[in-house]
């Protein structure tokens, strides 16, 4: 049995969290097969037989649509021999899912449809109507304003709960629009990162970094945006996503705030000033005041998230509709799927900022992660080695206000984030058990 | 020379200024108001308004370029290189001083240590200007785009 309660300190963490694989095992079955995980929106799967094959843990899993409008989620395993039953990432299977191999097939919530030659199994042990020959399903699937989860425990808390005050990621994305609702944009790009998971997680909230990481990346588009702004007097949006890395120095972070949830979800609050005074953000708050009146527009526009990381698992910026799913390939291999939304009801003009930062920040031609994905790398190699066995998140530790079990930092660059996620990690790899 | 001689030298001349990383000279094979595109699906018909890998005009270049030269842009430090291949061009149509042809590219990269191959179709919307060809649009369609990929995209491909 790993001794895990002794490689998490509340200020430190040892460095084999990160490189072990034993550890990585764990992690799999204790935090990414138990709690939940994020696996698709509702407008993913419009139709009854619309499918998305996703990842949960180690296991293949398939969201779809059943024919009485319910999300399922369902073992990508046919009960028969084990075959994969869909291929493909995504479909429309119909009204049945059909075992390529011998045909057996299934209804869309998983049940036993038929088997192509149903004698043969008198006086066997496998009874096909007892429910032995169904599909697996997912322990239990929930969704809020939408966005689906599953979790392949049958024990926990229920979704909202688990969520916690961390479900502002889904109302501050959707009640930014009219309408009150997202619909997903159906592409999916997906990056690998070489290096463990929890590198990841830990960079979404480290507001020491963008100034340093990001200098290229917010000095050219500075440079360029200053060249539009003197020859037309204006530069589109997309710049300021940009120039932002190199316009908000390193003591500015500080001035942002990082608030820390029970489960090890976090805020990073907003840093870029989304609200400029144009004709189609006006256009935009006209469409929000007549959905919800002046004072409930003010409000919401006035939520100030960067970040909110969902953990383990998901990172959402809800003032541009991203949104990054996190799925564990190895110790040192990590693959995101990276989707945005549109908010329905809103201008066509709001939908390309969503739009711009999705191509430029968060594509595979990513002119900002391809630095972070750099310093990932060299995370996980420099962990790797026996040149020091901890790693630090000393900063601003003792500083942070602590209330009802959440923990606001009273600095930016406080690592409360870190402490924060670690302190669930050692709590759902079970040594606070 | 014929048409497709002409494309021809265009396609290598590009090739080569993306293998020398003459970011500028690659840019400048672009009309003022000419467009990258590689798309994020192979059924896309436009870059405006829809999700790609690339879709960037001249300005978006250059906020590419200078960020791949500027000192601090630390995934520039482990060596990498390109090599493109480009053949089987065919010119699609020639009228006027417009050009479209396509061709199919191949092209490995090295980076610390690691190979990757990327393979598509280009198609060239091209204008024959007093400077010599120019693009107005180049679209590129990568067969493994659709991917995961092994780390991203940093230049043109």
Known sequence: MLDVARLVEPDRVHRSVYTDPAIFDREIAEIFEKNWTYVGHDSQIRNPGDYWAVQVGRQPMILVRHQDGTPRVLYNRCPHRGNMLVGNLRGNTGKVFSCSYHMWQFHTDGKLESLPIPRGYEGTRLAPESGACDIKRAARVASYRGFIFCSLSPEGPGLEEWLGPAKVAFDDMCDRAPEGEVEIVANCFRVIQQSNWKIFLENQLDAQHPSVTHESTGRAALEVQRELERERGSYPLDYHFLSAFATTSIPKWDQFQTINYPNGHCILTGYMGLRPRDPDTLAYEAAMTRAYGEKRMEEILGVNNHHVLIYPGLSVQPPLQQLRAVRPLAVDKTLTEIWHFRLKGAPEAIYRRALGYYNLVNSPSTLVNADDLENFWKCHQGLSSDGGEWVSFHRHAGNDDEADGIVTSRFGTSEAPMRNQFRAWKDMMGAGR | ?157
């Open chain 2, 1 to 157: 020379m014929s048409t497709r001689d002409e494309v021809e030298a265009f396609l290598f001349r590009q090739a080569e200024l993306l293998d020398g990383k003459s970011w500028q000279g690659f840019i400048d094979l672009f009309t003022p108001d000419g467009v990258y595109w590689m798309p994020a699906s192979p059924e896309q018909t436009t870059w405006d308004g829809v999700p790609s890998i690339f879709a960037e005009d001249r300005n978006l270049m250059t906020v590419r370029m200078k960020r791949l030269t500027h000192p601090h842009a630390w995934s520039q430090a482990p060596m990498w290189g390109t090599s493109h291949l480009v053949g089987n061009v065919v010119v699609e149509s020639d009228e006027g001083d417009e050009i479209v042809a396509r061709s199919r590219f191949h092209m490995m990269e090295f980076r610390r240590d690691a190979s990757r191959h990327f393979a598509g179709s280009y198609r060239h919307h091209l204008r024959r200007t007093p400077e010599g060809l120019r693009l107005k649009l180049q679209r590129v369609d990568m067969v493994n785009g659709q991917g995961p990929y092994e780390y991203v995209l940093q230049a043109w491909v």
